[in-house]
């Protein structure tokens, strides 16, 4: 389900919270669906459990996840909000690349940079 490289440059919570919110992301993770523990996660990979909890931490600060006390944490509905959010802004600068006169791809090569630049996944 995950895998941490240990010889990445990519901090291992990093690894791990991207992995995380592809797999919500594309559905693979799909609304409801119950997360391993904490210490479970941090036991099956060779993590220490503070770096797993950072992860989670984050994933939950982002919406995506939510924890529910003992019962455990669960993917978010909230990601379906975020997804939408996310579809609203592209369609806003869609507008506005169209009503400036932009060609797309010019467009594309400056939303990729923009992506890139914060550390997020273009192309």
């Given at each position: 389900m995950f895998v941490i490289d240990a010889t990445s440059a990519v901090p291992p919570?990093?690894?791990?919270?991207?992995?995380?919110?592809?797999?919500?992301?594309?559905?693979?993770?799909?609304?409801?669906?119950?997360?391993p523990t904490i210490r479970g996660l941090a036991t099956d990979l060779?993590?220490?459990?503070n770096t797993?909890?950072?992860?989670?931490?984050?994933?939950e600060e982002a919406g995506l996840i939510e924890t529910r006390g003992r019962a455990?944490?669960?993917v978010s509905a909230a990601g379906e909000q975020v997804r939408e959010r996310v579809r609203?802004?592209?369609a806003d600068y869609a507008a506005v690349v169209a009503s400036v006169g932009?060609?797309?791809?010019?467009?594309?090569?400056i939303a990729e940079a923009a992506l890139t630049a914060r550390g997020g996944h273009a192309g």
């Amino acid at each position: 389900m995950f895998v941490i490289d240990a010889t990445s440059a990519v901090p291992p919570f990093e690894q791990l919270r991207l992995q995380f919110a592809q797999q919500i992301q594309d559905r693979t993770l799909p609304v409801g669906h119950k997360l391993p523990t904490i210490r479970g996660l941090a036991t099956d990979l060779g993590l220490a459990v503070n770096t797993v909890a950072r992860t989670y931490r984050e994933l939950e600060e982002a919406g995506l996840i939510e924890t529910r006390g003992r019962a455990g944490s669960f993917v978010s509905a909230a990601g379906e909000q975020v997804r939408e959010r996310v579809r609203r802004a592209a369609a806003d600068y869609a507008a506005v690349v169209a009503s400036v006169g932009f060609d797309a791809g010019e467009a594309l090569r400056i939303a990729e940079a923009a992506l890139t630049a914060r550390g997020g996944h273009a192309g």
